[in-house]
Protein backbone atom coordinates (compact mmCIF):
# COMPACT_ATOMS: atom_id res chain seq x y z
CA UNK A 1 0.00 0.00 0.00
CA UNK A 2 1.02 3.81 -0.41
CA UNK A 3 3.12 4.82 2.12
CA UNK A 4 4.65 8.50 2.77
CA UNK A 5 6.36 9.25 6.15
CA UNK A 6 7.65 12.98 6.76
CA UNK A 7 10.28 14.18 9.03
CA UNK A 8 12.39 16.85 9.52
CA UNK A 9 9.84 19.23 11.46
CA UNK A 10 10.69 21.19 14.62
CA UNK A 11 10.76 24.34 16.23
CA UNK A 12 13.06 27.17 14.90
CA UNK A 13 13.72 30.60 15.35
CA UNK A 14 12.42 33.42 12.95
CA UNK A 15 14.70 33.26 10.06
CA UNK A 16 16.07 29.88 10.73
CA UNK A 17 15.90 26.96 8.07
CA UNK A 18 14.69 23.38 8.02
CA UNK A 19 14.73 20.64 5.46
CA UNK A 20 11.83 18.09 5.31
CA UNK A 21 11.88 14.51 4.16
CA UNK A 22 9.25 12.26 2.85
CA UNK A 23 10.06 8.89 1.91
CA UNK A 24 7.64 6.54 0.17
CA UNK A 25 6.63 2.94 -0.36
CA UNK A 26 4.34 0.91 -2.23
CA UNK A 27 4.61 2.81 -5.90
CA UNK A 28 6.00 3.95 -8.06
CA UNK A 29 7.61 6.96 -7.30
CA UNK A 30 9.54 8.13 -10.05
CA UNK A 31 6.55 8.22 -12.27
CA UNK A 32 4.53 10.78 -10.38
CA UNK A 33 4.59 14.47 -9.48
CA UNK A 34 4.86 14.98 -5.34
CA UNK A 35 3.82 17.89 -3.41
CA UNK A 36 4.18 19.42 -0.11
CA UNK A 37 1.10 21.06 1.62
CA UNK A 38 0.78 23.01 4.83
CA UNK A 39 -2.09 23.32 7.36
CA UNK A 40 -1.48 25.81 10.24
CA UNK A 41 -4.27 25.75 13.04
CA UNK A 42 -7.58 26.95 11.64
CA UNK A 43 -7.16 27.30 8.23
CA UNK A 44 -7.32 25.46 5.28
CA UNK A 45 -4.61 22.85 3.95
CA UNK A 46 -2.71 24.80 1.17
CA UNK A 47 -0.31 24.14 -1.68
CA UNK A 48 3.23 24.65 -1.01
CA UNK A 49 5.10 23.27 -3.84
CA UNK A 50 5.32 20.46 -6.43
CA UNK A 51 7.94 19.05 -8.52
CA UNK A 52 7.54 16.77 -11.70
CA UNK A 53 7.98 13.25 -11.97
CA UNK A 54 11.85 13.64 -13.02
CA UNK A 55 12.14 16.69 -10.41
CA UNK A 56 12.65 19.01 -14.08
CA UNK A 57 10.51 21.42 -13.06
CA UNK A 58 8.86 23.11 -9.90
CA UNK A 59 6.28 25.21 -8.63
CA UNK A 60 5.76 27.19 -5.79
CA UNK A 61 3.01 28.77 -3.57
CA UNK A 62 3.52 32.89 -3.81
CA UNK A 63 3.82 33.09 0.17
CA UNK A 64 7.62 30.91 -0.19
CA UNK A 65 8.99 31.84 -3.87
CA UNK A 66 12.59 32.54 -3.10
CA UNK A 67 12.48 31.04 0.65
CA UNK A 68 11.72 27.14 0.18
CA UNK A 69 13.13 24.82 -2.15
CA UNK A 70 11.61 21.19 -3.22
CA UNK A 71 13.76 18.35 -4.66
CA UNK A 72 13.96 15.16 -4.68
CA UNK A 73 16.02 11.79 -5.48
CA UNK A 74 14.32 9.20 -7.38
CA UNK A 75 16.82 6.41 -6.29
CA UNK A 76 15.64 6.81 -2.86
CA UNK A 77 11.79 7.25 -2.73
CA UNK A 78 12.42 10.66 -1.58
CA UNK A 79 11.09 14.22 -1.47
CA UNK A 80 12.36 17.32 0.15
CA UNK A 81 11.77 20.68 1.10
CA UNK A 82 14.50 22.83 1.80
CA UNK A 83 12.92 26.25 4.10
CA UNK A 84 15.16 29.02 4.71
CA UNK A 85 14.38 32.28 5.90
CA UNK A 86 11.69 30.84 7.96
CA UNK A 87 8.77 33.22 9.24
CA UNK A 88 6.20 32.72 12.58
CA UNK A 89 3.56 32.67 9.85
CA UNK A 90 5.26 29.46 8.26
CA UNK A 91 4.03 27.60 11.43
CA UNK A 92 1.70 24.31 10.43
CA UNK A 93 1.64 20.78 10.33
CA UNK A 94 3.54 19.68 6.55
CA UNK A 95 2.68 17.21 4.74
CA UNK A 96 4.00 14.74 1.60
CA UNK A 97 1.60 14.21 -0.94
CA UNK A 98 0.94 11.73 -4.02
CA UNK A 99 -1.99 12.11 -6.20
CA UNK A 100 -1.94 8.37 -8.26
CA UNK A 101 -4.57 7.40 -10.33
CA UNK A 102 -7.07 10.37 -9.41
CA UNK A 103 -6.28 9.65 -5.20
CA UNK A 104 -4.87 11.89 -2.47
CA UNK A 105 -2.61 10.02 -0.44
CA UNK A 106 -0.95 12.01 2.92
CA UNK A 107 1.78 11.64 5.21
CA UNK A 108 1.21 11.32 8.60
CA UNK A 109 2.52 15.41 8.98
CA UNK A 110 5.24 16.74 10.42
CA UNK A 111 5.16 19.85 12.73
CA UNK A 112 6.77 22.93 12.15
CA UNK A 113 6.90 26.02 14.78
CA UNK A 114 8.88 29.52 14.15
CA UNK A 115 9.05 31.10 16.95
CA UNK A 116 11.31 33.25 19.49
Known amino acids: QVQLVESGGGLVQPGGSLRLSCVAS????????MAWYRQAPGKERELVAT????????NYADSVKGRFTISRDNAKNSVYLQMNSLKPEDTAVYYC?????????WGQGTQVTVSS
Open 26 to 33: GFTFGSYV
Open 51 to 58: ITSDGGST
Open 97 to 105: NARIWGMNY
